[in-house]
């Protein structure tokens, strides 16, 4: 792990625990960081904090104030933060389910949401129970019990990977190459029962000889500049979806 950001970490771990007390039970790396595909100058920090009970907005607003980027600097894009308690964080639900969820950083628009129904559903409410899920495989501790335990898999991951994909498409403009790679890593949960960083799951989709294969290489070698053919691009997302949506023999494994 980049050692600015393990620092940082270890830095907001315990700013959350001074304003939370006893009431923080577990808090989690999770994104690039979990899936080891940090990159500094690009990637964000994703963090989740789980607490025992619901917070009262007062205590909500009181954790923004402590780690909102002016007063914990992020050394990353900007920090993504969601809160779950604890039993939502086991739920298995795609509900998204949070306490609250903060954006802040030097690169990023701030945002705090302190309930789900202040989530605007043009954003996308699916992201939720895919970070969970990501969460229940690769998250890291900072503190509280593995994250397997304190994150349970979804019940059922099509619907959000189907509506990510909705979302993916109904964008205007052009496709970029994140969204092609993002497809690339539903695909390969679907088939092969794992996540992986977006770049590893194009290699993945590759490997599997899949007839868009070209369209992935050329993503995957660009990166975050990948600027792919929309037509192409939109089909093979059309695709995708269509292959989540019939299921598959092989499923999505807990």
């Known amino acids: 792990m980049d050692t600015d950001v393990a620092r940082y970490l270890d830095a907001l771990a315990d700013a959350a625990r001074d304003v939370l007390g006893d009431a923080l039970v577990g808090a989690y790396a999770a994104g690039s960081v979990a899936l080891d595909a940090?990159?500094?100058?690009?990637?964000?920090?994703?963090?989740?904090?789980v607490c025992a009970a619901p917070l009262a907005e007062p205590v909500k607003r009181a954790l923004v104030a402590r780690l909102r980027h002016?007063?914990?600097?992020?050394?990353?894009?900007g920090l993504e933060l969601v809160v779950y308690t604890r039993d939502n964080a086991r739920s298995g639900t795609a509900e998204p389910g949070f306490e609250l969820e903060l954006n802040?950083?030097?690169?990023?628009?701030?945002?705090?949401?302190?309930?789900?129904d202040q989530r605007p559903p043009a954003d996308g409410l699916f992201w939720?129970?895919?970070d969970r899920s990501i969460l229940h495989q690769h998250g890291r501790a900072l503190f509280g019990?593995?994250?397997?335990g304190a994150f349970a898999e979804i019940d059922d991951l099509r619907p959000p990977l189907r509506d990510a994909l909705t979302w993916w498409l109904a964008r205007p403009g052009p496709v970029p190459g994140d969204a092609v790679l993002g497809a690339c890593?539903?695909?390969?949960?679907?088939?092969?029962?794992?996540?992986?960083?977006?770049l590893a799951a194009g290699r993945r989709i590759i490997a599997d000889g899949d007839p868009d294969a070209d369209l992935i290489a050329r993503c995957v070698a660009a990166g975050d500049g990948a600027a792919p053919d929309p037509d192409a691009a939109r089909a093979f997302q059309r695709r995708v979806l269509a292959e989540i949506s019939a299921g598959d023999p092989a499923g999505i494994t807990a």
């Open 104 to 116: 802040s950083g030097e690169r990023m628009d701030f945002r705090a949401t302190y309930a789900p």
């Open 70 to 77: 002016e007063a914990l600097p992020c050394p990353a894009r």
């Open 128 to 130: 939720y129970a895919l």
């Open 145 to 148: 019990e593995p994250a397997a």
């Open 38 to 49: 940090y990159r500094p100058g690009r990637s964000d920090v994703d963090v989740a904090l």
């Open 185 to 198: 890593r539903a695909l390969a949960r679907i088939r092969h029962g794992a996540w992986l960083d977006k």
